[in-house]
């Protein structure tokens, strides 16, 4: 890091040092409450420092691999400990570098604390079997050995604990890493790489380089030397990385976009599914993977559940995301907005009903960043593009069903297959819901976005690819491959 009095420059961290890019080009990032402010800026780099990157974390592989498996549990341990130690600052950062409220910006920092505590202790569960043989003087057995060098490439929503979860999980493994980061929030990511160096994570173990998706998100997607990709983001993305790799046979796992069903049954407390669809929705401005999206009510509770909805949402307190009061940020940039706004018109071109906000705002706080009112759709059909795409953004439509049979025909009418929820205190409809919905993990009487690092995390349809789930006890099956071991021996005579 070098600091002139207005601007600090980043570096690269490879092989245990700061590295500029070759390119001598930077990008900048901005506040996107406060876009003249300029948070730092950072390497545009090429595919040279991905190669010296590479080369680093193969050099480093070996010994990391040797290392105790609950010694490199340890170093996962310090870095938590070390981010709970600085826990404001981090929180803080977020806050500024994505335009998360501070409740949402300390949501992820203990989200990630409790991520890597988790997976920390998977170091010391990578358990094999030993299995009867044929042979009664042969002794059988299985072990996890971790699948090599490992590229994790992150998106900006959920920057500290996507990252923080991908690379401990690969650390408990043994497998060493190379980690892009999004260009839009890459000095949270680094702060993640920070807290490694301030453990002594050996050099070489993980190795950060900024730059853009094209070159180095890419060169990563086709470097033969990389044997697996932990890929979060957007669907468009994610597909190309899978061909690239797929033509290589190396191995992919994608976490990919959500449109995430909210089902409202006739029974439903509706004080605590209107709260939880303005949590769901419009936290974190609705940039959550898992956000809730579409609601879907039944027609008797429709009425009173937006009389209820409305009012809570105009209630809702945007602006700077620095000030203790507001409860909705900024969207993360420019272009973000842009894309929202153009959902909001195309919404309204189809035949949905505003109900409200549906606008930029650019009143006080809100003048010098990039600010979308919270907004509801009435009237959405299912096959409306917003019932359909993935907005990501504070948009929600609210959907009318004439039965809990067409709400979950609807629920299910969409390519992804992420997240969902279901408010009933019916147990046989609870039941029949959570046994048919098409998503990677659902809920009752529960937020979309509600997930814990002890359980997978993942999504099946257009939202994941390559079969592997995050987190949970399966999350390590990614990074380790399985060697089967027969030992013969003369010990019965
Ligand atoms: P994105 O796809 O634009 O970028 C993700 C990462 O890929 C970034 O690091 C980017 O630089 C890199 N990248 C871009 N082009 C590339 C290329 N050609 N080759 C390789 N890498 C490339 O996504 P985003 O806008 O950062 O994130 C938002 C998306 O992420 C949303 O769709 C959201 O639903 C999804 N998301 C999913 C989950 C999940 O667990 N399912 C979680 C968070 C976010």
Redesign the pocket.
């Known amino acids: 890091m070098t600091q002139t009095s207005s601007l600090t420059t980043y570096y690269n961290y490879i092989d245990g040092q700061e590295v500029a890019s070759s390119s001598n080009e930077t990008f900048k990032v901005e506040n996107p409450a406060n876009k003249s402010e300029i948070l730092g800026e950072f390497q545009k780099s090429t595919e040279a420092e991905l190669n010296q990157a590479v080369e680093a974390a193969k050099a480093a592989l070996p010994s990391w691999k040797k290392t105790a498996a609950p010694a490199r549990g340890e170093y996962i341990q310090k870095a938590a400990r070390y981010i709970e130690e600085h826990a404001e600052e981090y929180k803080l950062q977020l806050v500024r570098e994505v335009g998360k409220s501070y409740k949402d910006a300390d949501a992820e920092v203990i989200r990630t604390i409790r991520a890597m505590r988790y997976l920390s202790g998977e170091s010391e569960r990578l358990t094999g079997e030993t299995i009867p043989s044929w042979d009664s003087q042969v002794r059988g057995y299985t072990k996890r050995e971790p699948i090599g060098v490992v590229g994790v ?6 920057p500290l604990a ?1 990252a923080a979860w991908k690379i401990a999980t690969a650390f408990a493994c043994g497998c060493t890493v190379v980690f ?5 929030t890459p000095l949270i990511s680094q702060w993640l790489v920070e807290a490694y160096k301030a453990v002594d994570l050996p050099a070489g173990v993980l190795n950060f380089v900024t730059g ?3 070159v180095i ?2 060169g ?2 086709k470097h033969k030397d990389i044997k697996a990709v932990s ?8 597909n ?2 899978n061909k690239l790799i797929a033509e290589r046979g190396a191995r992919f796992q994608a ?4 449109k995430n069903p909210f089902v409202v049954l006739e029974d439903a407390d509706l004080e605590l599914a209107t709260s939880n669809v303005i949590d769901g929705g419009f936290g974190e401005s609705g940039q ?2 898992t956000a809730t999206s579409r609601v879907i009510l039944m027609k008797d509770i429709a009425d009173e559940f937006i009389e209820k909805l409305i009012p809570k949402v105009e209630k809702l307190k945007v602006g700077n995301p620095m000030n203790n009061d507001t409860q909705m940020g900024p969207v993360v940039d420019e272009g973000s907005m842009k894309s929202i706004l153009e959902y909001i018109e195309t919404g309204k071109k189809e035949g949905a009903e505003l109900l409200a906000g549906g606008k930029q705002l650019t009143d006080d706080e809100c003048s010098n960043g990039y600010f979308v009112a919270p907004t509801v759709f009435g009237g959405v059909t299912p096959d409306m593009t917003i019932a359909q795409e ?1 907005i ?1 953004g504070p948009v929600i439509s609210i959907m009318v069903a004439d039965s809990y049979e067409q709400a979950l025909d609807w629920a299910n009418d969409i390519d992804y297959g ?1 997240s969902s929820t279901i408010y009933t205190n019916n147990m046989d409809k609870a039941m029949h819901f959570m046994d048919n919905i098409e998503a990677g993990f659902t809920h009752v009487n529960m937020m979309t976005m509600h997930s814990e690092p002890q359980f997978p ?3 099946i349809k257009g ?2 690819l390559g079969g592997f789930r995050e987190q949970g006890s399966v999350g390590i099956d990614f990074y380790t491959e399985w060697k089967t071991g027969y030992i013969k021996t003369h010990d019965n005579n």
């Open positions: 490439i992150t998106p900006w929503n959920v996507i892009k980061p999004s260009s839009q853009s998706g094209s998100g890419n990563i997607a890929f979060t983001g957007s669907n468009p993305v994610g190309t990385i976490e990919m976009g959500g959550r993977c993935e990501f992420l995390f993942g999504g939202t994941g």
